[in-house]
Structures are given as C-alpha cells and as structure tokens.
C-alpha cells in the first residue's frame, strides 16, 4: 500500500502532535511492507530538518504544507498554496490511503480512501477550549470530515460515542483505537535534582497548557482550601506553557489573593527527562479537566508510577482506572477533599500507586501502529 499521512501534524508540543510524531514512528517500525508518503511542512522539508526519515526507503517525505510561520505570507495565501499542493503532490503520488491524525491538516486530495483521526469534540462546545484559529476551520470542517472518511480513528470511547451523538454516521465508520505515553516515561526514583534545581521534595502537580478548559482555577481554588499545615509540606507544582496572556494573569492574581505565592510553583514548560523526574516525584497527579478526548498526561504519570486525580467526566475515567480518584471537576471542595486523602492517607495513595503501571501497561504505542495497521488492511483488501 501506499500510504500518506499528515507528518505537519507532528510539528510542536501539544498533545495532538505527540499523538501524530508517536503514531508515525511506531507505524514506520511495526510496518516492513509499505510505503509511507509523509506530507510535511515545505520549509522543513527544504531546510533538510527532516534528513534522518530520508534514510529509510519506504518513507517518502513530500513538501505539501506551508506555513506563515515558516514562510511570511497572508494566512489566505497560505490557504490557497496548500490546497492547490496537496492535490497536485496526492495526484503525484496516487495514494491508497490518506490519514489525517490531526483534522485540522486535512485537505481534499487524490486518494482512494480517507482515515481521520478524532481526538476530540471540545471546540464545539466551547470556543475557549482550542485556538481561535484551529477551531474555527474544525467547526466549518468537521461535518464534511466525518462524512467523506471511510473511516474515523476515536482515540476513546467517549471520543466515538460523542461523534455519533454528533453526526448521523453508522457506528461500524469509528475504530477506537487509543494512545499511549511516550517511552521517556518512567518510574525515576531519584529526587535529588528537583531539591537541588526547585527545592521541592513532597508536592501535587499539575502538567498541561494554562488555559481554560483544563480547570486551572478550580486546582488552585481546591488547593487554597486544604489546611496551611499541608500546603507548607505540599507545594502546587504547575507545569506548562500559558496559551493566552490574560488567563495566564488571571490565575496569577488568583495566587496572590488568596495567598499562595510561596505555595504554587509555575515552571512553565520544561523538558521530557525533567517532566519524568516531577511526575514520579509527585505525591500525586492533579488533572481535574472539564473535557478531554484522552487525556495523555493522566497516562504520562500513571507510567511514572504516580497516582492521579482526575475527573469523572469524558474520557478520563477510561484513561485512570483504578489507579486514579475521580472528582467533579465543577465541586471544588471534591477537588480538596481528593487532595486532602491522598495526601495525609498513605494506605489510600499506596493503594493507588499499586495500580499505576499495570494501568498503564494497557496501553502503548505499538498496540496502537497494529491496530491502525489492520484498520489499513481491512480498507485495502
């Protein structure tokens, strides 16, 4: 088979581009019969930034993607030079199969089948929940994706039962196929690094975008209510990047209100083999996110062996196990009262920490490059 796949889609450090860079890789190593067309970014591709897929003789890289970032022109030129790339390199390259891990990449093109890969439905419900411009072409896009593919990759139960709650297709078009963490995440029992580098030892942590949808004002408010003795023994450690300026200066003036400037830590974003060291440092995982299509950061701790606490709504509850306590993400005393028994319980949280990496073990990224490799199988034959 000829395949191609939306390798724009890897570019940056959202979980959508882990998602894409992840699925890629592990399908490039599962896969030693097909050819793999990978539609990049023209000026990554120009610039040689992706020399190391050259040297593999079934990956075909294709500079089928422009961006303002990479090339400064109007967002409307843009537009118009990748619709008209994608169809003259698609027709060039007369692919069996077209995959779209992100939706936002997705274009018309020649290609005898489409796959598209859904990993959430939350820029419908609520516009502060993506970026303005993502969401917008989801919104106008997402009824034509849905019904053009021959098949939809839901990255959760909840993802594929809100797309049929959404749209008139027949449940037989969606395949639940999950993700998983990367294998830069461990267990890392050393804590020496953090006390040196953040003199932090024992504290909750919190890792994703400061932005609205993932509650970072109920973590704060929930923290605020716990008793001063334990926020002294038990920083609020937040880490990642902030997506708008004027969330990120709400949640500061948050922290200085209600007096938790020397309680919470903002480290914004930091590196792999340091977010391995917080995860497994942690006396627990905070991610009480009012929507999530999966949910990886929840994942990326369970495989540091630390507990979490997580919500009891969308795909959360599958991604957590037995190895999470669910809350109400809208009930801020749930969310202290959580805090609060994992913290001073360590019967409770040893428990929890039991079922952390068997959790975990369901899911990984090879599991999930066979399972779409049968999903290619079974549209070719």
């Keep these: 088979m000829k395949i191609g796949i939306d390798y724009a889609a890897t570019v940056g450090n959202g979980g959508n581009s882990v998602y894409s860079q992840n699925l890629i890789n592990a399908l490039i190593a599962a896969d030693q019969l097909n050819d793999y067309y990978l539609y990049a970014f023209a000026h990554d591709v120009l610039r040689g930034k992706l020399t190391a897929l050259e040297h593999n003789k079934r990956v075909h890289l294709r500079p089928a993607y422009f961006s303002s970032l990479g090339v400064p022109l109007p967002s409307f030129v843009v537009e118009w030079l990748n619709y008209v790339s994608f169809r003259i390199w698609t027709a060039i390259d007369n692919l069996d199969i077209f995959h779209f891990t992100n939706p936002i990449y997705y274009q018309k093109g020649t290609y005898r089948k489409l796959i598209i890969s859904i990993h959430d439905l939350g820029s419908l419900y609520n516009s502060n929940w993506s970026k303005k411009q993502s969401g917008n072409f989801f919104k106008k896009k997402i009824e034509e994706m849905v019904t053009r593919a021959d098949k939809i990759v839901a990255v959760s139960e909840y993802t594929q039962k809100d797309i049929l ?44 975008q400061i932005q609205p949808r993932k509650n ?53 974003r930091v590196e792999d083999e340091l977010l391995r060291k917080l995860y497994s440092g942690a006396k627990a995982f905070v991610f009480p996110s009012l929507f999530e299509g999966f949910g990886l950061p929840v994942l990326e701790a369970l495989q540091c062996g630390t507990p979490v606490i997580t919500s009891n709504t969308t795909s959360l509850p599958e991604v957590a196990g037995e190895a999470g306590v669910l809350v109400d993400p809208a009930d801020i005393n749930d969310i202290s009262q959580a805090m609060k028994n994992i913290l001073v319980d360590d019967s409770f949280r040893d428990n929890l920490r039991d079922h952390c990496l068997s959790q975990a073990k369901k899911f990984s990224w090879g599991k999930a490059a066979i399972e779409t490799l049968l999903l290619y199988k079974s549209l070719h034959s």
């Design 165 to 208: 709650q959404n749209f008139k297709i027949h449940p037989n078009k969606i395949e639940v196929i999950y993700e998983a963490a990367g294998a830069v995440y461990y267990p890392e029992t050393s804590k020496q690094e953090l006390k040196d580098k953040f003199s932090i030892s024992d504290y909750l942590l919190y890792v994703g």
């Design 216 to 268: 970072i004002v109920n973590i704060i408010l929930a923290y605020s209510q716990l008793p001063n003795e334990l926020r002294a023994k038990h920083p609020l450690v937040m880490v990642g990047s902030a997506r708008e300026r004027g969330y990120a200066e709400t949640v500061n003036l948050i922290v200085v209100e209600y007096g938790l400037s020397s309680n919470v830590y903002m480290l914004g």
